[in-house]
């Protein structure tokens, strides 16, 4: 066997690889008898049957096994003689494979080249650490207060107001032809969150309760009904209920229906979910922090196959969330194309960074670590172990579990050896400064 190499780009070959005849005949043979062993023809015992006949009878099959097997032998050689880490193929061409003559082929291979790391231990990094403020534990006790709201009729009024709530009838028309999917009876909404389309909103703030008003609205583009979306739609409108809400007020009968017996005690709760949702917000800016440096001190070549493949993982889980709030999504605009484009260019280079670390501190996740990690995962979803288990090995997620849990463990490691600075948030630093004067 003999081949030539050619350099398309630091992270892309082409080779092209001559099987002398002599290679393939005996490669020809070998396969052929891997068939005749599990031959079973008429007049011959299982196994028996001569190797002429296996020829003939399937040398279009054992031609066919010979090429892939001579393509990934010689794919394999190449990348160990050459020392090339090959993670894909592409572009094979040949011209046909006969067991009396030379077999030819090029194909075109992706590499990830030799790198060296940066010093990663001692790393710099900073921490923005976030410090709890009463103005955020009155919003929370606020936010609470609200999840309890009521809301009650006020029976004289006849006009909205922002902030109000209303009971409406509404039904959407294309030309004579009503939408299903847009009625709606003795519905509540919220006037002024943000909620509703704007001119929708703004009709409903001019109307007067028990009239019914004719109005046209042109639907977004986006918008989760299809037969709305992009359309000018006649909309008919009446408001049968102005309501407003009320909240609770924090009382012994309050407390104790949400489980506290006095208000310090509720107040207690806050500050410890407050504290640890603003540590887990310290621990990403650190993360973040990490990753960024890792990033800007390590500049290597890789496959932009392995950027493409991720984008277009993150356009399909951009999709499947925007479906999940109900909205369907074709296009994807600019900006958010471009957060995207970073996000995976960003996520294959630390993942290579992750690595080249794990392997060269031998750090890895066992066997162990993965079981655990899916029977939590199995106890948090109320579901039986080994259905999870099963669910994982079917659809050959094990590994993925392994890939994270490693890469949490390199993560830590870095954590444990770095130099960290607390510093204040970002967001406190662009604050300005009050005039005293």
Same mark, same amino acid.
């Given at each position: 066997?003999?081949?030539?190499?050619? &350099?398309?780009?630091?992270?892309? @070959?082409?080779? =092209?690889?001559?099987?002398?005849?002599?290679?393939?005949?005996? !490669? /020809? +043979? *070998?396969?052929?008898?891997?068939?005749?062993?599990?031959?079973?023809?008429?007049?011959?015992?299982?196994?028996?049957?001569?190797?002429?006949?296996?020829?003939?009878?399937?040398?279009?099959?054992?031609?066919?096994?010979?090429?892939?097997?001579?393509?990934?032998?010689?794919?394999?050689?190449?990348?160990?003689?050459?020392?090339?880490?090959?993670?894909?193929?592409?572009?094979?061409?040949?011209?046909?494979?006969?067991?009396?003559?030379?077999?030819?082929?090029?194909?075109?291979?992706?590499?990830?080249?030799?790198?060296?790391?940066?010093?990663?231990?001692?790393?710099?990094?900073?921490?923005?650490?976030?410090?709890?403020?009463?103005?955020?534990?009155?919003?929370?006790?606020?936010?609470?207060?609200?999840?309890?709201?009521?809301? &009650?009729?006020?029976?004289?009024? @006849?006009?909205? =107001?922002?902030?109000?709530?209303?009971?409406?009838?509404?039904? !959407? /028309? +294309? *030309?004579?032809?009503?939408?299903?999917?847009?009625?709606?009876?003795?519905?509540?909404?919220?006037?002024?969150?943000?909620?509703?389309?704007?001119?929708?909103?703004?009709?409903?703030?001019?109307?007067?309760?028990?009239?019914?008003?004719?109005?046209?609205?042109?639907?977004?583009?986006?918008?989760?009904?299809?037969?709305?979306?992009?359309?000018?739609?006649?909309?008919?409108?009446?408001?049968?209920?102005?309501?407003?809400?009320?909240?609770?007020?924090?009382?012994?009968?309050?407390?104790?229906?949400?489980?506290?017996?006095?208000?310090?005690?509720?107040?207690?709760?806050?500050?410890?979910?407050?504290?640890?949702?603003?540590?887990?917000?310290?621990?990403?800016?650190?993360?973040?922090?990490?990753?960024?440096?890792?990033?800007?001190?390590?500049?290597?070549?890789?496959?932009?196959?392995?950027?493409?493949?991720?984008?277009?993982?993150?356009?399909?889980?951009?999709?499947?969330?925007?479906?999940?709030?109900?909205?369907?999504?074709?296009?994807?605009?600019?900006?958010?194309?471009?957060?995207?484009?970073?996000?995976?260019?960003?996520?294959?280079?630390?993942?290579?960074?992750?690595?080249?670390?794990?392997?060269?501190?031998?750090?890895?996740?066992?066997?162990?670590?993965?079981?655990?990690?899916?029977?939590?995962?199995?106890?948090?979803?109320?579901?039986?172990?080994?259905?999870?288990?099963?669910?994982?090995?079917?659809?050959?997620?094990?590994?993925?579990?392994?890939?994270?849990?490693?890469?949490?463990?390199?993560?830590?490691?870095?954590?444990?050896?770095?130099?960290?600075?607390?510093?204040?948030?970002?967001?406190?630093?662009?604050?300005?400064?009050?005039?005293?004067?």
């Amino acid at each position: 066997m003999s081949f030539e190499i050619i &350099e398309i780009s630091k992270t892309e @070959k082409q080779a =092209k690889f001559n099987v002398s005849e002599k290679e393939v005949s005996n !490669g /020809f +043979i *070998e396969v052929a008898k891997l068939y005749q062993k599990d031959a079973d023809e008429k007049g011959f015992r299982k196994g028996k049957v001569p190797l002429n006949i296996i020829e003939s009878k399937y040398s279009k099959q054992i031609l066919e096994e010979l090429k892939s097997r001579l393509i990934n032998l010689y794919v394999r050689k190449l990348s160990i003689e050459n020392n090339l880490n090959v993670v894909r193929t592409s572009k094979l061409k040949d011209q046909g494979i006969s067991k009396s003559s030379d077999f030819k082929f090029e194909i075109n291979v992706e590499i990830i080249p030799e790198f060296k790391l940066k010093d990663y231990k001692k790393i710099s990094i900073e921490k923005e650490v976030f410090k709890l403020t009463k103005k955020e534990i009155t919003e929370a006790k606020s936010n609470v207060m609200n999840n309890f709201a009521t809301t &009650e009729e006020v029976p004289k009024r @006849k006009k909205i =107001k922002k902030g109000d709530f209303a009971d409406i009838n509404f039904s !959407g /028309f +294309i *030309e004579t032809k009503e939408i299903e999917k847009l009625k709606r009876q003795n519905a509540i909404v919220e006037i002024g969150n943000g909620s509703l389309i704007p001119e929708i909103e703004n009709e409903i703030l001019n109307a007067e309760k028990n009239k019914e008003v004719e109005f046209f609205v042109t639907y977004p583009k986006d918008f989760p009904i299809e037969d709305a979306a992009s359309k000018k739609v006649k909309c008919l409108l009446k408001i049968n209920k102005i309501l407003k809400k009320v909240t609770p007020i924090i009382n012994q009968e309050f407390l104790e229906k949400i489980g506290f017996k006095t208000e310090d005690d509720f107040d207690k709760r806050i500050s410890e979910d407050l504290n640890t949702s603003l540590e887990q917000k310290s621990q990403s800016s650190l993360r973040k922090n990490l990753f960024d440096e890792l990033i800007d001190q390590n500049e290597f070549d890789f496959p932009q196959s392995f950027v493409d493949d991720e984008k277009i993982r993150l356009k399909q889980d951009y999709k499947n969330k925007m479906a999940q709030q109900g909205i369907k999504v074709e296009d994807l605009d600019d900006k958010t194309l471009k957060v995207i484009d970073d996000s995976a260019f960003r996520n294959v280079k630390i993942a290579l960074i992750f690595a080249e670390i794990s392997k060269l501190e031998n750090i890895i996740a066992e066997d162990k670590e993965v079981g655990e990690y899916l029977a939590a995962f199995a106890s948090s979803q109320k579901v039986p172990v080994d259905k999870v288990l099963k669910y994982y090995k079917d659809n050959n997620l094990l590994n993925d579990v392994k890939v994270k849990l490693t890469d949490e463990k390199v993560i830590q490691f870095l954590i444990s050896s770095a130099k960290i600075k607390e510093v204040k948030p970002k967001e406190e630093k662009k604050k300005p400064k009050k005039d005293k004067s």
